[in-house]
């Protein structure tokens, strides 16, 4: 591992990169924020795949790409005078600072639970900016849907606002199956679509409470199908018959012999 001064100087060796780019490449010079938006989004994405396959040397490599982006926006926003990157460190060093009294305020030193620290985290949180922050402002509207709704219900467990047996939950997820059921018989489209979306705002509140992430979760059942649905469809060819020619029967037979096969 490296030592403070060389990671240091590897940080500084970015900021120089980056410097050189913006005053000697063409594509550099003219992108703005806005243009390299969707580019980090997909680093970002990039950098979950490798967390998620357990590549460390990927994750190390996305950690830097995701890292540049970081820097080109905050090299953006110096060269058209509205901060750099110190004011970006320092902001977040002050946040976290004052976020962990624990560590750096008067309680320094006093002896917290991660799950003491997580379960008042958005309560210290609503203290900044003199009380007046909402516990969900800072949640993105553009954010995934999953993705929204963990980050909704843990920034209300941080309030307390949570069950208190996990197994508490499946009552709720039990209420809003019979509710979707319902509404799938009044032919109204507005309220089976919101009664679709609190069922699975209960599941993914069931996933969060017994420790699995949804999103990795469905993911990892789209992955299931993709492999089953390739097999039959590649076992239909080989066999010389059309998926169109079968029946649902006949789809369902072969279907069941990919996952016979563990696909």
């Known amino acids: ?29 003219e992108q703005t924020m806005e243009s390299i938006r969707p580019m980090t989004e997909e680093e970002v994405y990039e950098l979950s795949d490798a967390i998620l396959r357990g590549d460390r040397d990927d994750t190390c490599k996305e950690i830097g790409d995701l890292l540049y982006h970081l820097v080109f926006y905050a090299r953006i926003a110096e060269q058209e005078g509205w901060f750099d990157i110190a004011d970006s460190l320092g902001k977040i060093c002050a946040k976290m600072e004052f976020r962990h009294p624990h560590v750096f305020g008067p309680s320094a030193g006093e002896t917290l639970t991660a799950k003491q620290i997580a379960d008042t985290w958005e309560l210290v949180k609503a203290r ?22 963990m ?15 996990k197994e508490d939950v499946w009552a709720k997820v039990k209420e809003e199956t019979d509710e979707v059921v319902e509404a799938c018989g009044e032919a109204d489209p507005a309220h089976e679509e919101e009664e679709f979306g609190d069922l ?38 080989r066999r010389g018959l059309k998926m169109g020619d079968l029946s649902l029967k006949e789809m369902d037979a072969i279907w069941d012999e990919g996952k016979a096969k563990g696909l």
Request: net charge positive; proline share 5%; aromatic share 8%.
């Open 151 to 165: 980050s909704l219900q843990e920034k209300a467990r941080g309030c307390g606002f949570d069950w208190e047996k």
């Open 1 to 29: 591992m490296h030592t403070r001064k060389e990671k240091t100087e590897a940080f500084g060796r970015l900021l120089d990169t980056m410097d050189a780019l913006r005053e000697k490449c063409p594509w550099n010079a």
């Open 200 to 237: 699975m705002f209960a599941i993914i509140n069931a996933a969060r409470l017994y420790g699995v992430d949804p999103d990795a979760a469905l993911n990892r059942a789209c992955s299931k199908f993709r492999r089953r649905f390739g097999y039959m469809e590649e076992e239909t060819l």
């Open 128 to 149: 900044e900016k003199d009380g007046n922050r909402r516990v969900m402002a800072g949640i993105p509207d553009s954010m995934p849907p999953i993705l929204k709704a």
